[in-house]
């Protein structure tokens, strides 16, 4: 898994979200995040909850969360780096 679709994920561990929303959150559109999307339904990682208009709404599978487990020491690094490069920028 890339660190988009970990970011897909762990969004949808909040709750259900449309389309529009991950997008939005995510900062990807189009043909990105229909691959990303569309890897992460074939894995069951996460289901099709409704339609609101046209607007398709998701939410993460029982797989989605024990992936996501999975994949904690990734996150964890990316977030002690993500402080590492904060402090050394702006000083902490």
């Known amino acids: 898994m890339n660190t988009k679709q ?3 994920l762990s969004l949808l561990l909040e709750g259900e979200l449309s389309i529009s929303e991950i997008s939005e959150y995510v900062g990807i559109s189009g043909p990105q995040l ?5 890897y992460l339904l074939k894995r069951n990682y996460v289901e099709k909850k409704a339609f609101i208009g046209n607007e398709l709404i998701l939410c ?3 797989e989605g969360i024990e992936e996501l487990m999975r994949e904690y020491p990734l996150l964890k690094s990316l977030v002690q ?3 590492t490069t ?3 920028r702006f000083g902490c």
């Open 6 to 8: 970990i970011a897909i």
């Open 34 to 38: 229909r691959r990303e999307i569309n």
């Open 60 to 62: 993460i599978t029982e």
């Open 81 to 83: 780096n993500l402080e």
């Open 86 to 88: 904060l402090c050394v």
